[in-house]
């Protein structure tokens, strides 16, 4: 069930860098939520790659095709089919990396575990299958739209250019305002400028992806395992590339004393509402109506254009050259991809809430 | 499903803080392990309350009671059904808080969510819960050893006192050696020294475990959703108090250059290996056979020895007092939930990859 | 995950015949429920043995306790947990089947396939498993309940003597008249005569439980591979003996044509509603709002007083000896089964139909 | 997950009767499992309508086209995403249905569970979703012939004219010699008869099918809720149309005593089997390395071309007239069906078979 996330409210991906098409199946979004093609192709045009000079030049168009489980542009309850025929397809290109480790890839590890892979741009451990998650996490971004629930990312650190979080959730028109996705001008033009140097040098940075949920009325997620920001984590950690979690105060915040940490009770216009939000939106695994905050760290991606030590099947050492199309920095496609996986978890815990008492 | 984890090796745990005991169910351990109850009791008493004088005061001798699935000292394949009854239950303690809500505890979230809750120790949201992790969890041990797998956690930060990572697996020995559980012992010595100063000023701190698991080998966890860090992270951020999850180099890393990051791998011994491990000995969701590293940050405990303002069920706002016994820091203790929850995750992810080719 | 049934309402039960108790956890019942103790204990008095003499004298209080999850005798959404302690273990019993394999048990399927397993009394395959069932199936009845819907089941068939179905719901009062729990008298008695019989014989009777569920709106079960009766049905056989099921008009109905299977509807005090139920309340996997109605079959149970051919674990003839308590029929004790799985199985979908629209 | 089937083999589906295409995902197929396509087609064609006088004349060529998950001919262990084009859609057929409910369809209880629906041709309902677990199974049964089981089906009765069990398995080539695809020629013209006499008369007929499993080892399937049985039966009647499920000797075993129904043990060639097989292959929920055979009862397809009483939306009486194109009797097609969920059940459970010791 590893290509499934949700219990209720789930998505389930298929498909590799280099076949056919990729896609994936919704399940359990509820029935009769008017549901747009063009919003999920919005998501998807914002991950998808060629989008401007900072990201790879390969080119998709990634467009959807809905297959099942909408009539009349209204959800039915059925499961939703949908398919991205892949498009730009070298497979030439790989043809060097056949039997050849590249470093921190998932070439070795999946040769370990399967024994037969499909080695053309990484096959099942690509990237590109991250663009299901965003056709299914903008299924799930209309759904919780008819609840209120705002989803909203955005890059707030490229390598150590960082934009500290306000506790105050960007528009979309903010983010999109340019070509990093960082909302403050001033700090996007300096993770640009590192950006683009990077891609000279032929090499790749890495950073993190703020997101900010409004509108979650108290009472989701649940206790013990499945905890709204354990979920989350999962949900985080499970895209290409990530390799920390921080929910609310986060790290910096473990390095406070408990009476500065807690958030203290206090009615505001006849809601019980917090004077900080150190606990990022969840207390106990459960929502308390606060906005819910947590930051999500890149490494840079393992792909460069420098040549790299390694081996091969046969245990020989081997130099990877360094060529092919590349992202020098994942962060400004992968908003999209972190709002997806919100939206997804979001969409599941709101659910399983109904089922609560 | 949230009282869960695991696919195949699952535990499921039940009970509250003031019940008459916690539990919980082990199921998919393998027939044929030898089970010794005392090496369960071990790592309970490593959890245990009352363990010295940096820990909460209250006592629980958390004795297990194993009903089924093991037979003539060994597992039959049955599920494994425990209890550990609750002892030290001053129920009277929490009359005060019936229909206050603690800041930054679960009262307020569980309130919303349930309507009817069992205010007596936090109920369901206490850490109590944790006892019953541990018990699965050093189930999940014993088998993992029977594969020739170790799973050894530290105390690696408490506030901002810190022990570098050195990419080394200490003993278990060398864990115990202190009341911290921190294996330098300046290093404990100075967090033994923050955290007395802590429970004088009636306050609590925070910080971080590293867990180091070795001897697993490559094609162990899933791609996609199931990565087996990503398993790795709601593991643990599903851990009372936990804030923040970092895989190998963490977020330290995604502040390099890919070209630093990358893991060269390189044949050593007929093996394949890597020179370095920023990836934490998982590539693509897949351990690649090198040491696997993490690191889990806690925040400090909100039940702290001070006065806060807060409110109760009618929106008044209230003074929550500062009093019962408490832990100053929980870290010392958690260690022995970090390995736990390790070990149930991987314990799970070592029966899933034999179904792989 | 073959220990638990459910998504949302779901039982997990652990425990062998002769361990020190069996039990289990049951997740997801909604917070609030008033939750009385002895419901629960009057249904697992309804399975125990040695209620009659037409039951194994085995003699077993089943004495219910409930360790979580309850608080002030209402559910709190918290798993519950409880335990029913073994009490009359005769372990010695067993010894003479050590080494050997009942027929049309399950002790040679368990040996094969875990190699190690607990002997005595069948250990995890034994029917003393149901216990568990009952409890769990009790506190989804009280659950269901208070959505109005009931669930009734009786014993409708012994070998071949059978009370037709007349498509009235008796009450537990008339199935609870005799100790058969057959509710017409007359049929009861002649099916009593037949167990006295095969008990003096040293033999065993099979039958049919029919089980009828009331009160249930249109609109639960989910389509495809989750439809209700597939739920329903899977439910039922996974009860120990059983050999068939059957929705609605059953096997006998896929004796007749179409145009007398299909239950026309019609308008009934505003309702929609059908002229017959051949359906047995389910269309497309999903309840109409009609009674639901389906028959277990059972066979003999396979411990029989009469002396059998087997071989042991070495592959030699051997001479299986009838001796030992057992039931004749297990059809009267196993009515309390069939409602409990039925409850199990309702309860769950009442939940997820929550979340359809 | 009502869409899926399957822990780690699995099989989750999509699509609608006339939306553009139906498909699904099989996960945790090993790798390295040669897959021709022609396989998964040929069980397709035997599924299609069309392909005699006996079925529906809708056309559909049923061409299967794989997405993913296979590599130069080889499965990768990655999902199999696979789609299935609709092509014969004549919506119109089924606007005179859109507020009406057909009697013993899905129309009424879709519309209260979902309140939005796809009407045309049953949507979501539509027995045309079995062309996906048709094609999942296909590859289920390429995984198990690796292993060296084998799944055959066949009709065993129409209405009442019936080929009794004689415990052999017959051949495909067998089970293919005539249209009815019952593999006795006699019997089969009877069936055909009565199938033609019933096509004449606008009506339908039901009956039963017969499935073989050969070349299982001994211990495959779970204990307690998760018993072979238990999976085998919630799969088949999961099968639209399906009234009844009997294990082994069935229903009529039930009618016998314990001393006759009873699978004595016997050693064959340093074997240990059964001298009677009444138990179907299966003991305690767990193969015994008998054959396993069970037997599926269809009722009458609800679709006639008959004029029937109903009610629309609104409660108004209405006549649904008999039109457009149908299946005078689903049992020869569904033959493929039947293989195809036992396929599935199976491949699962020798998957998980390997967790057990």
Request: overall charge neutral.
């Amino acid at each position: 069930m590893s290509n499934s996330i949700g219990r209720i409210f789930r998505l389930t991906t298929f498909g590799e860098s280099h076949g056919a098409a990729i896609g994936g199946i919704v399940e359990g979004c509820p029935a009769g939520v008017s549901l747009d093609l063009a919003e999920i192709q919005l998501d998807l045009d914002r991950r998808k790659p060629g989008q401007s000079h900072l990201t790879t030049q390969r080119k998709e168009s990634d467009t959807v095709q809905v297959l099942s489980g909408v009539f009349e542009d209204k959800t039915t309850g059925a499961p939703i089919g949908f398919i991205i025929p892949n498009e730009d397809q070298r497979s030439k290109d790989y043809s060097h990396i056949k039997d050849t480790f590249r470093p921190s890839h998932a070439d070795y590890t999946f040769d370990q575990k399967y024994g037969h892979r499909d080695y053309r741009g990484g096959g099942r451990s690509s990237a590109r299958e991250t663009a299901s998650r965003v056709a299914g996490g903008a299924i799930a971004r209309v759904f919780l739209k008819t609840l209120g629930v705002s989803v909203t990312a955005w890059v707030e650190r490229v390598k150590d250019v960082e934009l500290p979080f306000q506790h105050v959730a960007y528009t979309r028109e903010q983010v999109e305002s340019n070509l990093v996705r960082c909302p403050d001008a001033t700090v996007a033009a300096n993770m640009q400028q590192l950006i683009e140097q990077a891609r000279k040098e032929g090499d790749t940075l890495g950073g993190a992806i703020r997101c900010v949920i409004e509108g979650v009325s108290a009472g989701w997620g649940e206790p013990v395992f499945g905890k709204l920001h354990a979920e989350l984590a999962k949900a985080m950690v499970s895209i290409n590339a990530v390799k920390g979690f921080e929910i609310g105060s986060g790290i910096a915040g473990t390095k406070q004393a408990g009476s500065q940490q807690n958030d203290a009770f206090v009615q505001v216009d006849g809601e019980t509402s917090t004077t900080t939000n150190n606990s990022g939106g969840i207390q106990g695994g459960i929502s308390n109506g606060q906005q819910i905050h947590f930051s999500v760290a890149f490494k840079p991606v393992a792909t460069i254009m420098k040549d790299q030590q390694s081996v091969d099947k046969d245990g020989n050492a081997v130099e990877v050259k360094g060529k092919g199309r590349h992202d020098p920095c994942v962060l400004p496609r992968a908003v999209a991809i972190v709002e997806a996986m919100a939206a997804l978890v979001l969409a599941d815990a709101s659910l399983i809430a109904r089922t609560n008492k």
